[in-house]
């Protein structure tokens, strides 16, 4: 399922970076889930395979959670660019995949098309999973492009040379933009939309803030697997 060896990734990043989907669009009460993954701090350095590791997923319905997952596993290798998922995909893929409520859309802390061959994490997780995704960063990956206005809600496009691939978007007035990515059956326009609809008191999107809380709260050895839904609404 998920490659061992960079040439394998890159035969399917080129797949994917080319393949055709039919666009997903919220309509109504949907629910969104969030993923993220942490490793075991080092000293110095991208990380090695084997790492230890920690993700955690969860769905969330307006404001709260309504279901969760943390799993606890290995780094499949070094932080490479471009080649994220040879180190997270698999960790990602089981927080996800073992939720007993799969979201309609998830948001990846990973690239979607701002990618040399189009198809960052976020979109090729997407594609597993067979979930619409959205990628969410703090910064580009290839892409290029200035800030947006200070204002909240102001927004600015990346670009590979001349193709629109993602959009800063600033979630918190005078704050750090965050960068919302495009990626498994998602647009531009949906991705800055939810990317601003769930961004709250922080300048991360809810879902994705959720997860990565629960993954680092976890690392530090706090035991969140039974917890109830009340206690995770109103952890901080």
């Known amino acids: 399922m998920w490659p061992e060896t960079k040439q394998e990734l890159v035969a399917i990043q080129n797949r994917l970076g080319r393949a055709a989907f039919t666009e997903w669009l919220p309509a109504g009460e949907y629910t969104i889930g969030g993923c993220f993954v942490c490793f075991e701090r080092f ?9 230890p590791g920690w993700a955690a997923a969860v769905v969330m319905r307006e404001n709260a959670v309504i279901d969760y997952r943390i799993v606890r596993g290995q780094a499949g290798g070094p932080y490479q660019p471009g080649l994220l998922a040879l180190r997270e995909a698999r960790l990602l893929f089981d927080a996800v995949s073992g939720l007993a409520r799969t979201p309609d859309v998830l948001m990846v802390n990973a690239t979607g098309r ?123």
């Not at 000293?43 to 790492?51: A, E, I, P, R």
């Not at 703090?138 to 600015?156: F, H, I, Y």
């Not at 769930?198 to 629960?214: H, V, Y």
């Open 43 to 51: 000293k110095s350095g991208t990380g090695d395979k084997g790492d």
């Open 114 to 236: 701002d990618h040399p061959r189009r198809a960052g994490m976020a979109l090729h997780i997407g594609a597993v999973l067979d979930i619409p995704t959205i990628g969410v960063t703090r910064r580009p990956l290839v892409a290029l492009g200035e800030q947006p206005g200070m204002q909240r809600g102001t927004t600015a496009p990346l670009r590979i040379k001349d193709e629109v691939v993602a959009a800063w978007v600033r979630t918190r007035a005078n704050a750090h933009p965050v960068i919302a990515h495009p990626a498994w059956r998602t647009s531009l326009d949906t991705a800055v939309n939810l990317v601003l609809t769930w961004s709250w008191d922080s300048l991360t999107p809810e879902p994705l803030r959720m997860a990565r809380m629960l993954a680092r709260k976890t690392r530090a050895g706090i035991d969140l697997n039974q917890a109830s839904y009340a206690i995770l609404n109103n952890l901080d």
